[in-house]
């Protein structure tokens, strides 16, 4: 079935799937916050924390899932609420 043809719940279930096969068990290895070089590859003014797994995979944040500027990481720690971006 076409992702255009699922409804919300063979949506939400499908992207479950891609998320867990694709993170889950999977170590962090480096954290660190782009360069500006890294982000002006980009094409964004924001620099936001980026994540390196085991995999050999970079996980970052973005505004939208067009890519179209960096984002915040949130968490649920109460003293570290947000990782921001960096400008």
């Known amino acids: 079935m076409e ?17 867990s096969d694709l993170l889950l068990g999977c170590k962090i290895t ?7 070089e890294e982000a002006e590859h980009m094409g964004w003014t924001n620099r ?17 899932d067009e890519g179209n500027e960096g984002g915040a990481l ?3 720690n ?5 990782l921001p971006v960096l400008r």
């Open 48 to 64: 936001p924390v980026a994540l390196l797994l085991d995999s050999g995979i970079w996980v970052y944040p973005s505004c939208d």
């Open 30 to 36: 480096e954290v660190r916050y782009f360069t500006e």
């Open 78 to 82: 109460g003293k570290e609420p947000v």
């Open 3 to 19: 992702l255009h043809e699922m409804n919300d719940s063979e949506l939400t279930k499908h992207w479950d799937k891609v998320a």
């Open 74 to 76: 949130f968490t649920t």
